[in-house]
């Protein structure tokens, strides 16, 4: 029983440097451009077609080869899309039922709009725990990162 000790810290110390390694490497988020991205089993449009991303969406790209791009979409469906079809730009999107978007980047600051799950919001910059996002109609403000996904 004397040795499961250092196996813990061991195990410990392996996940933390695991950890610190994806977080050095970072996650590529982008967003689909203008109009629908088609996602496809493979990087050819010859491949089968298996769902369409709206306009706007982020998504998490995992690879890129010869003009395609391997994403992750919110709802953790993977497709490649044609890397025309996605942008740099940066995006996120509402994961709870609802979320309060405020003036400041404080949970006493005042509720500029509240947002339900799904809609899709320009990312600003993140801010701590918060993130600073832009709606379409362009009120801007401060929302929780843990109620957004694609940062």
């Known amino acids: ?8 810290a061991a195990l ?16 590529d988020y982008r967003s689909v451009g ?19 991303i709206s ?4 998504v998490e790209v995992l690879t890129e080869v010869q003009g395609w791009v391997k994403v992750r979409d919110s ?14 730009r940066r995006t996120v999107v509402i994961m709870q039922e609802a ?4 003036a400041a980047a404080t949970d006493s ?14 990312l600003i910059e993140p801010a701590g725990a918060w993130a600073q996002v832009r709606h379409r109609d362009g009120l801007t403000g401060y929302v929780r990162l843990g109620a957004l996904w694609g940062l």
């Open 34 to 52: 203008d109009g629908p991205a088609v996602l496809f089993d493979a990087p050819s449009v010859r491949a089968v077609r298996q769902f369409v």
């Open 12 to 27: 410990a110390a392996g996940l933390l440097l695991l950890g610190a390694a994806t977080a050095a490497a970072g996650i």
């Open 75 to 88: 709802g953790g469906r993977l497709g490649w899309a044609q890397a025309k079809a996605i942008d740099a």
């Open 99 to 102: 979320a309060v978007v405020r």
């Open 109 to 122: 600051a005042e509720a500029v709009f509240r947002a339900r799950r799904g809609l899709i919001l320009e």
């Open 1 to 8: 029983m004397a040795a499961a000790g250092p196996r813990r």
């Open 55 to 58: 306009p706007g969406s982020p």
